[in-house]
């Protein structure tokens, strides 16, 4: 199944990229912890290896040549970013478990301190 994307809009100066129109619904990259919803894609060829640039509905973006997997579906225990659920619902989009037919898991990244475990974090103080 693949969701139509939003248009991505490139610089006026440089290459102009390969807009992508649509592509599936989940971006899983290598690297990274969380699959993100795609809210536009464009190849570039202006460098000695074509790459691709992935802007997400959470406000995040990736580029790279290799790392990313297109998925109609997020893989069994993988989550879903929130922020990229919360803003492509809004914008009309169906939900995750509607789209991949199942519950998917939707969450974010916590960061914490290694060093010194029962260091409260910031937020967590103005409760």
Not at 17 to 45: E, G, S, Y
Not at 80 to 92: F, I, L, N, T
């Amino acid at each position: 199944m693949k969701l139509p994307l939003q248009l991505y809009k490139p610089a006026k100066y440089g290459q102009r990229p390969i807009i992508w129109t649509a592509c599936q619904p989940f971006v899983m990259n290598d690297r990274a912890v969380l699959i993100h919803r795609p809210r536009t894609v464009a190849l570039f060829k202006s460098l000695k290896t074509p790459h691709l640039a992935i802007g997400h509905w959470c406000g995040n973006t990736q580029t790279g040549t290799k790392k990313f997997t297109f998925l109609d579906a997020p893989p069994d225990g993988r989550i879903v970013c929130a922020r990229c659920e919360a803003a492509a619902v809004a914008s009309g989009l169906p939900a995750s478990s509607e789209i991949a037919g199942k519950h998917v898991c939707i969450g974010g990244v916590v960061a914490a301190a290694h060093c010194c475990p029962t260091v409260e974090r910031a937020d967590e103080g103005e409760k």
